[in-house]
């Protein structure tokens, strides 16, 4: 199932790439090397490139890095399998030793109130097996990584977390939302708290909140939705600290994504000038996590400045949280053909209206009412700037924005249509889940029929794309959060048909969730929304299990659907 591709057309830019780069440890570095090394000496299938980088050194690393160079290796710097599995063994802690496991302060077996909407017993009994899954995800940083940072990629965090799962064993930005409504429905709020507090931690270190909690994710975020977990915290709790405590923090994020590296204008047919936000890493080499994977895509260029602008856009597809998708490529048949900074992303500045939204909302709480209008006033900015630049009446959607290559980011450029992007993505019904959108009735209506029409809505979910490309943030595949949000958006609304139809997506989502657990006796990180109760495939690893943000869309989507006693749960 394919789209035809919309996107313009323009060669690709041989311009010097000069944006920011925020340098690694010289850990991180070294471990690149051995993740190159494990690439040469493993068959592909065996290999996951992410364990190598998360090793913890037993001893210093200069130490290390002597005893490395004195492995025997052949001309194309492979070692025997035997010689490598013998080094790593003396000289490595196992990936993820350095996270302990603890026990949630706030979890029971069966919370009280845990959600009275869901009357069928298999239902139920199931719910309470994810809602049991907060108690594998809870870890905390060992003493090592506070006593000695230096032999570690993960990094210090002041209080236990929760990670999403499997070889993603650390905290990470983005899922912790849908963590938290999880751990909301799990009346878990103390744990919810703590995962805003590491947040929080990061962002007073670096700057910003990290896309993970490793050295080597300090030069990128992830889609910004800290104040959404603050906000939706203090909706249960009415914690006032939380908000004070946040809101200087929240400040500091809205001035980064609001930097000059993030930031461009768009110059509109009525004499206008909109300030949007892009995803913009602060890297240009290939990212740790995957540099033998990344420095292999890259081998078709042959200018150093053509890798470095690649390596850039592969960085910054990382920090959207959708890597990888059609969505971001100038042509959909070529993965070198990422572009995702000469893109305004729907999504991410719907991110951006929320998070003015909720600085205005927090301000008010603690009695700032100067920053309350200022922002408000931000937001109304921006929900002018959707009308103007993302809004596609034709379609009836909100769709991303392509930026003419080589313009300064203070250089205003001028609205073209032609520019809209107009493939169907998820991403361009993100909008939904911000009020400003979902209380005009008139417009949620349109946008629902576009919804239904787009061949997006398929039987296990809404689809990622429409474009089945092999990677994961395209067909088939569907996505917890993409559902949570366009569901909770739709019913939000006033819209009967809206209503109706949120209620239909989450029913089948719980479906498809259910009966792959049941086959499989875990959670999945994404599904098949083509198959129900099958869990989703491609991309460069892997499919996980857990899972983070799946566990909390479902307890989220059955807090408010509930179950009834005598509807069936299975596929048919």
Request: charged letters at 25%; proline letters at 5%; aromatic letters at 14%.
């Amino acid at each position: 199932m394919a789209a035809a591709n919309h996107s313009p057309s323009s060669p690709y830019s041989c311009a010097k790439d000069s944006g920011p780069v925020i340098p690694t440890t010289s850990l991180v570095t070294f471990l690149e090397r051995v993740q190159e090394t494990a690439f040469q000496t493993y068959e592909r299938s065996k290999f996951d490139h992410k364990d190598f980088i998360d090793l913890s050194l037993k001893f210093d690393l200069s130490t290390t890095v002597k005893s490395f160079d004195e492995i025997s290796k052949t001309e194309n710097g492979s070692v025997s399998t035997k010689d490598f599995e013998e080094f790593i063994g003396k000289w490595f802690k196992g990936a993820g030793e350095d996270l302990v496991y603890v026990e949630p302060m706030d979890f029971e077996t069966e919370p009280y109130g845990f959600l009275p909407k869901v009357e069928n017993p298999e239902v139920r009994a199931w719910a309470l097996e994810v809602h049991g899954l907060w108690k594998k995800l809870s870890r905390e940083v060992s003493s090592s990584v506070h006593d000695h940072p230096e032999l570690h990629t993960l990094l210090p965090l002041p209080v236990p977390g929760m990670i999403p799962g499997s070889r993603f064993r650390e905290v990470y930005y983005w899922d912790s939302y849908w963590v938290i409504r999880g751990l909301l429905a799990s009346k878990m709020h103390e744990t919810a708290k703590a995962i805003v507090t590491n947040l929080i931690s990061l962002l007073d270190t670096y700057g910003y909140v990290l896309n993970g909690a490793r050295a080597y994710y300090t030069n990128r975020s992830q889609p910004p939705l800290l104040s959404a977990m603050v906000y939706e915290i203090y909706n249960r709790t009415g914690d006032v600290d939380l908000a004070k405590k946040a809101l200087p923090a929240l400040l500091k994020e809205y001035q980064f994504w609001n930097s000059e590296i993030h930031t461009m204008i768009i110059h509109d047919a009525e004499n206008c000038n909109h300030s949007l936000n892009r995803y913009y890493a602060m890297w240009n080499k290939p990212r740790p996590e995957a540099s033998a994977i990344d420095k292999r895509f890259a081998s078709k260029f042959l200018n150093v400045n053509e890798k470095q602008k690649f390596y850039r856009e592969l960085a910054s597809t990382a920090e959207s949280g959708w890597d990888f998708s059609t969505r971001w490529m100038r042509n959909p048949s070529e993965f070198t053909s990422l572009s995702t900074t000469t893109i305004l992303p729907v999504d991410l500045n719907a991110f951006m209206l929320r998070m003015e939204l909720d600085i205005a909302f927090f301000a008010k709480i603690v009695g700032d009412d100067a920053i309350a209008e200022d922002f408000l006033t931000a937001s109304h900015t921006r929900k002018k700037a959707f009308n103007c630049v993302f809004w596609n009446e034709n379609m009836g959607q909100w769709v991303d924005y392509w930026l003419n290559y080589g313009a300064e980011p203070k250089e205003p450029q001028t609205w073209e249509a032609q520019n809209q992007n107009q493939n169907v993505f998820a991403s361009n019904f993100v909008p939904l889940w911000i009020d400003l959108f979902n209380s005009d009735t008139p417009l949620v209506e349109k946008v629902t029929r576009s919804l239904q029409s787009s061949g997006l809505l398929c039987a296990a979910g809404i689809a990622t794309s429409l474009t089945n490309s092999g990677h994961q943030w395209d067909f088939p595949n569907g996505w917890a959060p993409i559902q949570h949000m366009i569901v909770e958006g739709l019913w939000r609304s006033a819209s009967t048909e809206a209503r109706k139809v949120a209620r239909d997506i989450a029913e089948r989502w719980i479906r498809a969730n259910y009966v792959a657990y049941k086959k499989t006796g875990t959670m999945h990180e994404k599904y098949n929304v083509e198959k129900c109760g099958e869990y989703g495939a491609g991309g460069i690893y892997r499919p996980q299990t857990g899972f983070g943000w799946s566990n909390g869309v479902v307890l989220a989507f059955l807090e408010e659907f509930g179950w009834p006693k005598d509807q069936n749960i299975d596929c048919n």
